[in-house]
Structures are given as C-alpha cells and as structure tokens.
C-alpha cells in the first residue's frame, strides 16, 4: 500500500491476489480477469504504466497494450511470459527500492 500511496496509484489485483489486499485500502479498485470488474480492467488501460507485482496473470486479453509495463517477481521465468516488458526485475528487495526512489539492483 506505501508503493500505491507514493505513487498516487490505483492497486488491481487477480482473484489469487484478493487475500493480500486490504478490504478497506483506498487505492483498492478491485479484480481483474474473467470475473473481475470494469473498474480494474479500466484501471489497468488507463495507466501509463503497469507495474505487476508477484504475478503470473495468465489473462493476456485482459493486459492493456500499448503502454509501458514493468514486472517484478522472485520466479525469473514468469517475467514476460504473458505480455511484453519494458523492465523486470527478480530482486526481493524491488518494492523498497522503488519506494526510496532508487533503481533496483
């Protein structure tokens, strides 16, 4: 949530990652995937840039395209595997160096 907040950002999140959102975060716009909501799918095409955190979202037709998107996730193989990356990164450490406004290593 500190990432969302910093970076003024909605969260949208797969079913596999509804139990690690907070039900009250504000930044929370719901699901996106097969049984999702418009506010998630619109979230995520209405972003300049889609940050994927820990996920393997298996539902290409739902990522939009066009815009620039970054993927961090500890499994190396699933960085990529689902849409095209501008960057990625399997460092654990990713979400803190973003928040401290450092590249991570």
């Known amino acids: 949530m500190a990432l969302a907040e910093t970076l003024k ?40 840039v889609l940050l994927m955190l820990g996920t393997d979202f298996p539902y290409k037709q739902f990522l939009p395209q066009g815009v620039r998107t970054a993927q961090v996730d500890i499994r190396a193989e699933n960085l990529g595997r689902r849409t095209r990356l501008d960057r990625c990164n399997t460092s654990v450490t990713s979400g803190t160096s973003l928040l401290k406004g450092r590249r991570p290593s």
Not at 22 to 45: C, E, K, Q, R, W
């Open 9 to 48: 950002s909605p969260i949208v999140h797969a079913l596999g990652g509804k139990e690690h959102v907070d039900y009250d975060n504000p930044y929370d716009v719901g699901l996106t995937g097969f049984i999702g909501f418009s506010s998630g799918y619109a979230a995520m095409h209405a972003c300049d």
